[in-house]
């Protein structure tokens, strides 16, 4: 028989040297955290003191049990192997400087999978990894595999301190959800300081990050969504990171919205977000970044966005800032409907596959005026995509700023009544008037990574460099 599971021991024996409760008292909670160890069979004593006496997997619906156990400081590691259906509610948190963590581990075998069954074709249907309860704070969910879930992580609301670090999911609706319980007046009901890192999502039919209004203070750093363009596209609409803000239908003037606000993504990666729309519909959808009207407050920062049908960015959003950026082969490279700050950013060869709309490097919609500098346009698509001109003052919608605007063979276009160019050049890939354009020869199906678009020194420290 495999022994009894004591989540406890680890702490039991060092609460059997001091009196009851002097722990508490005289020691934090990170000293007295306890390391919980899981492998899919138990080994040794089964107690999860150690890998060696690791404790055997809880069955499919004991996942909760085991984990409600763990105490502020505690961590639940869990070593290689397949856990299948998997799923698990936290109602309870860590404290700040003492989280609850559940960590992955390689033990040998690469680090542990969770498996469930959720399916690409039936996407409204499957189990959800972990559900973290309306102000369930302080949780650390890191180096996990995550495949076939409707989702691996979802907030229910008002959550803080939570990190997401390290999931790699596969074929899964979502990646994360954060969702809205808050009160625009009640910053503890609101999701906040969170930080999203170092995780990849491939293959999903919604996003791999959501947020559904109510959410604030977040960093997503080195996260990186492949939605797998047509084979994935089961479900409406491929938006690889959705800002969705405060969507509630039929609201009550006298209630705030609770629009998301304060976040900042550093060098992320959105690909392949795909749609194609049911016979009679024109519209092709399908976005790398989004972000609705009323969300405030974005900055982009060595961010990429490739091969969506739609927009690499498309952003109704309020204070919006792009350093570093690249986007390439999306039908509208970025597309802005509010003012929004460019420097060193670059956008490539927007290709339309299909639908309504032209192709344009920088679609301008709505009021927005837009201020870049030191930044690269290339392709023989128009550059900027005008739908709306704003009425009165001035025409001007593009301020242009030490930047190159090129074509591949054809004659660029010059600055028109919506744009104003200052020390910034208008050329030719192909006639370059001041010799080479680029230090390369790069190409339509660029990466975004190496150098190759960087500005030759021949254009005078104009246009795009990467550092």
């Known amino acids: 028989m495999t ?46 003191s150690s890998w060696e006496n690791a404790a055997a997997a809880p069955t499919e619906d004991g996942w909760t049990a085991r984990i409600a156990d763990l105490e502020p400081g505690d961590t639940l590691r869990i070593g290689s192997g397949v856990y299948p259906k998997a799923a698990f509610s936290m109602s309870a948190g860590g404290a700040a400087g003492a989280p609850i963590t559940v960590l992955g581990e390689d033990t040998g075998a690469g680090l542990p999978v969770f498996r469930g069954t959720w399916n690409k074709d039936r996407p409204a249907s499957g189990q959800i990894l972990c559900n973290l309860s309306i102000k369930t704070s302080f949780v650390t969910l890191k180096n996990l595999r995550v495949e076939n879930y409707m989702a691996a992580v979802v907030t229910s609301g008002g959550n803080q301190g939570i990190v997401i670090s390290g999931i790699e999911g596969k074929d899964v609706r979502f990646g994360a959800v954060f969702k809205n319980a808050a009160r625009a007046d009640l910053l503890s009901t609101w999701t906040r300081d969170v930080l999203v890192e170092n995780c990849t999502f491939t293959g999903f039919t919604k996003s791999a990050l959501r947020w559904e209004g109510g959410n604030r203070d977040f960093r997503i750093v080195n996260v990186h969504g492949d939605a797998g363009g047509k084979p994935y596209a089961t479900d409406p609409f491929h938006m690889v990171f959705d800002i969705r803000g405060d969507q509630r239908r039929d609201l009550p003037p006298i209630i705030e919205r609770v629009h998301d606000r304060d976040f900042t993504f550093i060098g992320c990666t959105a690909r392949n977000a795909w749609h194609e729309p049911p016979p009679g519909k024109k519209y092709w959808n399908g976005d790398g970044y989004v972000a609705e009207r009323g969300v405030s407050n974005l900055t982009f920062i060595d961010c990429m966005a490739f091969d ?38 670059i956008g490539g060869y927007p290709i339309k596959r299909g639908g309504s709309g032209g192709a344009h490097n920088i679609g301008v919609y709505g009021d927005a005026r837009l201020k870049l500098a030191g930044c690269t346009l290339v392709g023989d698509a128009a550059p900027f995509g005008f739908e709306q001109t704003k009425a009165g003052g001035d025409p001007v919608r593009v301020n242009i700023a030490d930047s190159l605007i090129v074509s591949i063979d054809g004659e660029p276009a010059a600055d028109g009544p919506l744009t104003r160019s200052v020390n910034s050049a208008r050329l030719s890939l192909a006639k370059a008037p001041k010799g080479t354009v680029f230090i390369d020869a790069p190409g339509q199906d660029w990466d975004g990574k190496g150098k190759g678009f960087n500005a030759s020194p021949a254009q005078g420290g104009k246009g795009f460099r990467r550092l």
């Open 3 to 48: 022994p009894m599971f004591t989540p406890k021991s680890p702490r039991g024996r060092l609460v059997s040297l001091l009196a009851s409760g002097a722990c508490a008292l005289l020691f934090s909670a990170a000293l007295c955290a306890a390391d919980l160890y899981i492998l899919p069979e138990a080994r040794g004593s089964g107690d999860g």
């Open 308 to 345: 969506c049908t739609d927009g690499g960015w498309d952003l109704k959003a309020t204070g919006v800032t792009f350093k570093g950026c690249v986007a390439f082969r999306n039908k509208r490279n970025y597309r802005i409907w509010n003012d929004a700050t460019f420097e060193n950013c």
